[in-house]
C-alpha cells in the first residue's frame, strides 16, 4: 500500500514522497483512513515506528477543508509532556503543511521561556502543541480559548499522567467542547493509559501494532554490554568515543546530577559534550539539541525524561552508561538509533550491582545481549 492509497491530497503525498518515504508506516496505514473519517482513535506502536504523521496528515487535511479558526480559538490541540516533544511535533506540523495551498499556522507552547512572546504568537493559531503547565497558564491570560477545540491529540499518552499531569489534564479537559475529535498515541499501554482512554474516547478505533514490548526496529539495534566496575565508567566512556571514533553518540544517566559529571569529564578529557536535562534552560537545551542533530555536538548527554524529545533519523550510537529503572525505559532508550529502517548500536554498562536488573530487562526485551567484561581492558590514560 502506498500513500496514494489512504486519502491524502496529491499536494501532501508529493511532500511525502520529497522527504523520501514510499510506503507508509503500519500505525499510518490505519490511523489515517480512521482519522480522516473523525473516528477517535487510540493508536499504541513502538518508539520511531511513524506515530507523529499518522495524525499530523490527517488533520492537516481536515484543516485544509474547513473554515479559518476565529482568532485565538484553536480547532486542534496537542498535549505532550515535554518542551522537546513540543519542538520535534511542530516541526512536523510545518513540514506537511508547507504543501497547504491555504495555510495552516501552527505554534509550540511550553515552560522554561517568557510567556509574553508566546501570548503575542497566538494570534490566528490553528494547531496548538502545548505542555499542559503552560496551556493553562495561557488560558488563565485569555491568550487562547478552548471552547472550540475539533481535536484534541494526547502525544506520549502513557507519559501524561506518569509525569504527575493528572491534576492539570482534568483542568483542560473541563474546558473543551464535549463535541469534539479524540486521538491518543503512546508506545506503551498501560493501566493510566486505560484510565485516561475511558475518560476520552468515544467508541475507538484501536489500533496495536504488535511489538512484543520492543521498538519495531530492534532487529536493527546491535546490543552490546561491558561488565565494569563503577570507577572505571568514567574511562571506559571515553575510551569507546575516542577508540571507535564515534561521531554522534547519545549518553542515558538516570539523573540529573550524573549527567552534568559525566559531561565534565568527558570535556575535561578532550570530548565536546552537552548534558540535556531539566534543570538546563530551555535556550541551553534547544541549542544542544540542535548542535547534537547537526552534527556540530559529538555527544550528547540526557536524563530519561528529556529524551522522549529526541527524534533524530540516523542516530548511529546510543549508550546506556546507567541502567533505566524499568525494561520498558530501556527499551525505549534504544529506541532512539535504529530509527527508519537504518541500524544502530546500543552499548550497556552494567557493574556488579547491576547484573540482576540486567538480566531482568533482558528477559523482558526477550533478547540477550553479548557481554563483554571490560576488565582486561587497558583504559589508562582515559
Not at 542515558?252 to 559534550?273: C, H, M, P, Q
Not at 529524551?307 to 524499568?326: A, M, Q, T, W
Request: glycine share 6%; no cysteine; charged share 25%.
Amino acid at each position: 500500500m502506498s500513500f496514494s492509497n489512504l486519502g491524502l491530497s496529491s499536494s501532501l503525498i508529493k511532500i511525502i514522497s520529497d522527504q523520501g518515504y514510499t510506503q507508509p508506516y503500519p500505525i499510518q496505514r490505519e490511523a489515517i483512513p480512521a482519522i480522516l473519517k473523525k473516528k477517535d482513535v487510540l493508536g499504541i506502536s513502538a518508539t520511531g515506528s511513524g506515530k507523529t504523521a499518522s495524525y499530523v496528515l490527517p488533520i492537516l487535511m481536515g484543516l485544509h477543508a474547513n473554515v479559518v479558526s476565529k482568532n485565538r480559538h484553536v480547532k486542534v490541540l496537542v498535549l505532550v509532556p515535554t518542551r522537546e516533544l513540543a519542538t520535534q511535533v511542530l516541526d512536523v506540523f510545518k513540514l506537511f503543511g508547507s504543501a497547504l495551498a491555504n495555510p495552516v499556522k501552527s505554534l509550540a507552547v511550553f515552560g522554561g521561556v517568557s510567556i509574553n512572546p508566546q501570548m503575542m504568537a497566538m494570534q490566528n493559531v490553528d494547531v496548538l502543541v502545548a505542555t499542559p503547565g503552560r496551556l493553562l497558564e495561557l488560558v488563565e491570560s485569555n491568550a487562547v480559548h478552548l471552547s472550540e477545540i475539533d481535536t484534541l491529540v494526547l502525544d506520549e499518552a502513557d507519559k501524561m499522567l506518569n509525569l504527575g499531569f493528572e491534576e492539570e489534564m482534568n483542568r483542560i479537559l473541563e474546558l473543551l467542547p464535549r463535541k469534539r475529535q479524540n486521538l491518543l498515541f503512546s508506545a506503551t499501554l498501560n493501566e493510566n493509559l486505560e484510565s485516561i482512554n475511558k475518560l476520552v474516547l468515544r467508541n475507538p478505533v484501536v489500533i496495536k501494532i504488535e511489538s512484543n514490548d520492543e521498538p519495531e526496529n530492534i532487529d536493527l539495534i546491535k546490543q552490546l554490554g561491558y561488565f565494569v566496575s563503577e570507577d572505571r565508567k568514567g574511562p571506559l566512556l571515553r575510551y569507546l568515543i575516542k577508540h571507535n571514533e564515534l561521531k554522534q553518540v547519545l549518553v542515558f544517566t538516570s539523573s540529573v546530577y550524573e549527567a552534568d559529571k559525566v559531561t565534565d569529564k568527558l570535556r575535561k578529557n578532550g570530548i565536546d559534550a552537552a548534558a540535556m536535562h531539566s534543570k538546563k534552560s530551555q535556550g541551553a537545551r534547544t541549542d544542544a539539541l540542535s548542535r547534537f542533530k547537526s552534527g556540530k555536538l559529538p555527544v550528547l548527554v540526557a536524563t530519561d525524561l528529556i529524551s522522549r524529545g529526541i527524534d533524530i533519523k540516523f542516530l548511529p550510537h546510543v549508550i546506556n552508561y546507567e541502567l533505566p529503572r524499568s525494561p520498558k525505559d530501556y527499551i525505549h532508550r534504544i529506541g532512539r538509533t535504529g530509527r527508519a529502517e537504518n541500524p544502530g548500536e546500543a552499548i550497556t554498562f552494567v557493574t556488579p550491582e547491576d547484573v540482576h536488573h540486567f538480566r531482568v530487562i533482558q528477559k523482558k526485551m526477550g533478547k540477550w545481549v553479548t557481554m563483554i567484561d571490560s576488565e582486561g581492558m587497558d583504559l589508562s590514560g582515559f
